[in-house]
C-alpha cells in the first residue's frame, strides 16, 4: 500500500469517527438558534419588569467625582475612559425596566476627570432625563456650557431637556437662542428660538427672533419659515388690537372673530400661513392660537 492510499484510508475512518460529533454539534445548534431567537423577541416585547435588584448587582461603584482627580494618579483620560466604558456596560447590559442609580455619578465622573469629553455630555443629555434623572441632566447641559462653551449642541440638548420634560418653554427657547449665537450653530437653533418663545406667550421676543432669522439666514426652509411665522404672529397682533378697538367702542367683547368683521372693525380675517388660525375667548378677550 502506497503512502497516499494509507492515508486516505486513515482520512475516511478519522471522518466516520467523526460524523456523530458533528452530528450532535448540527443538533445543539439547530436547537440553541431558534431558542435565542425567541428569548430576544420575548425579552423585548413580552417580558415582564424585573426588579431593580438585578441592576443594583451589577452597576459599578464609581468613588466620588473629587476623589477620582485626587487618584487618577496623572492618568486621568485614562480613568475618564474607563468610566465611560463601565457605563457603556451598565447601561447595555442591566435591565431596561429598572433603575439605573450608578448613572449621573458616572457620567459626573467622566467630565470632571475629561472636562473636553463632547461626546459623554450629548449621551447624558438625550439618556439622563429618560431615565428620571431631569434635574441631573440639566445640571449636566450647564457643566457642559462651561466646559465648552464654543459647542453649540450642547444647550441645544439641554433646551430639548427643558421642552419636553420639564414643559418650561422660556428656559428653552434661552438655550435655543444661547446655541445660535456659537460658531457653526444650525441656522434652524434660532428659528426654534422664537417658536418656544411663542409658546410661551412672549411673541413680542418671538416675533423679532423670527426677524432678525428671516433678515439674516441663507437657508431658503429656515428663511420660509421665519416669514410664515412673522406673518403668523402679525396677524395675532392685529386681531388683538382688533379686539381692543372693539371692546372701547361696544364695551364687550366679540363672541367670535368673525363679529370684528360684522361690526367692520376688520374688512376680513387674514388668512394665517401656518393654518393654525385663532380663536377669543368672549369672557376676556383673548386671542389665542388654536390647538394642533
Known amino acids: 500500500m502506497d503512502w497516499q492510499s494509507f492515508a486516505e484510508m486513515n482520512s475516511k475512518k478519522f471522518a ?126 450647564y457643566k457642559g456650557m462651561d466646559n465648552m462653551p464654543d459647542k453649540w449642541e450642547i444647550p441645544y440638548y439641554t433646551g430639548l431637556v427643558y421642552h419636553i420634560y420639564k414643559k418650561d418653554y422660556v428656559s428653552a427657547a434661552k438655550m435655543f437662542e444661547r446655541a445660535a449665537e456659537m460658531p457653526n450653530a444650525l441656522p434652524i437653533t434660532k428659528y426654534f428660538a422664537g417658536i418656544y418663545y411663542n409658546k410661551a406667550d412672549q411673541r413680542e421676543t418671538a416675533y423679532n427672533i423670527f426677524k432678525t432669522v428671516y433678515e439674516t439666514t441663507k437657508d431658503d426652509y429656515v428663511k420660509d419659515r421665519a416669514k410664515k411665522n412673522m406673518d403668523h404672529l402679525a396677524i395675532y397682533f392685529l386681531l388683538q388690537d382688533a379686539v381692543k378697538y372693539y371692546h372701547d367702542n361696544y364695551k364687550s367683547y366679540p363672541s367670535d372673530l368673525n363679529q370684528l368683521v360684522t361690526k367692520k372693525v376688520l374688512k376680513s380675517i387674514p388668512e394665517d400661513p401656518l393654518t393654525i388660525g385663532f380663536t377669543i375667548d368672549p369672557n376676556t378677550g383673548i386671542v389665542t392660537e388654536n390647538k394642533k
Open 16 to 141: 466516520l469517527k467523526r460524523f456523530p460529533y458533528a452530528l450532535l454539534g448540527l443538533i445543539f445548534l439547530a436547537s440553541v438558534v431558534p431558542a435565542q431567537l425567541w428569548y430576544d423577541h420575548w425579552s423585548r416585547s413580552e417580558r415582564k419588569p424585573l426588579d431593580t435588584t438585578y441592576n443594583i448587582l451589577i452597576e459599578p461603584q464609581p468613588v466620588s467625582a473629587s476623589t477620582a482627580k485626587l487618584v487618577n494618579f496623572g492618568f486621568k483620560e485614562f480613568l475618564a475612559d474607563y468610566y465611560w466604558l463601565s457605563l457603556i456596560q451598565y447601561y447595555g447590559g442591566g435591565d431596561p425596566y429598572g433603575k439605573y442609580r450608578k448613572m449621573p455619578d458616572l457620567f459626573n465622573n467622566i467630565i470632571e476627570l475629561s472636562p473636553k469629553y463632547e461626546a459623554v455630555y450629548q449621551t447624558g443629555l438625550i439618556i439622563m432625563p429618560g431615565e428620571g434623572y431631569v434635574d441631573e441632566a440639566i445640571d449636566f447641559g
